[in-house]
């Protein structure tokens, strides 16, 4: 039985050999496998040694230091391959870190625009045609919650002026039918009016580019960012931006959380309840005016 600093240079040229990985996920499982072998020197554990409670406790001290529930994961992951490619050697009877899981990241909450921020973002004459066309399209993001492949796939056909709808496919190929406000309504008519200035006779998309032909995501996130810099905006303001905006708005003035999983096109109502965090602060200053206990003296 090899010692574990022995034992992991034989993985590297398994790796590196007989697996064909590149230079740097060889380096990525060497950096996660040498903090278990620092670990194991300073509790004076060789690797016949390991068993669950260890890599749980080696697990909980990497998390103290910092690491967070990703990281470890790939640790763990890192430990699995390790350890199976042990049992093959018969270094080992069992893999001591199968049964073990790192703790859950915390969610990142969506970054949002509160709503003078989007008047501020959205108060620009649209006077040139791709202006005229950059007003429609984030006027419809913030009406109408829509994610950026949804928008930049839009057919003349999807929009009801009259109706107010517009018809998107989201994931899953499924289609829904939204809503449109006002002033989304305004902005696409006035593009709608001169779309036709750059638009090629084929196609039948909405927005397009000074090409003629179909305006692209990367297009849209460019034009959405130069928009933010000229307005003067703190931060990158990107699609999904405007897309939680909606949503957090939305929450903020109905609460109704399932009418607002519709308006998103989100399969499950718990990737819609991150928005009740946004919304905290909200009802925190709801409560602090309204509960008869809450009020300050």
Known sequence: MPVLADSIKQFEQHLRSERRLSTHTIKGYLRDLHKLEGWC???????S????????????????????GR???????????????????????????????APKSAKKLPKTLDTDQVARYLAFTAESWIDCRDLAIV??????????????????????????????????????QLPMGSHAINALKIWLARRHEHASDPTRAIFVSRQGKRISPRAVQERLRLIGLRQGMDG??????????????LLESSGDLRAIQELLGHANLSTTQVYTHLDFQHLARIYDQSHPRAQKK
């Open 41 to 47: 020197e300073r509790q004076s554990l060789s690797l």
């Open 49 to 68: 040694q390991l068993d669950n409670q260890h890599i749980r406790t080696c697990l909980t001290t990497l998390h103290r230091k910092g690491l967070g």
């Open 71 to 101: 990281s470890l994961n790939r640790w763990l992951a890192s430990l699995r391959t390790f350890f199976n490619y042990a049992l093959k050697q018969q270094w080992l009877k069992s893999n001591p870190a199968i049964a073990v899981s």
């Open 139 to 176: 006027e419809l993001f913030y009406s109408s919650g829509l994610r950026l492949s949804e928008l930049t796939a839009l057919n003349l056909e999807d929009i009801d002026l009259n109706d107010q709808l517009v018809t998107v496919t989201g994931k899953g190929n499924k289609s829904r």
């Open 236 to 249: 990158k303001i990107h699609p999904h931006m405007l897309r939680h905006s909606f949503a957090s708005h």
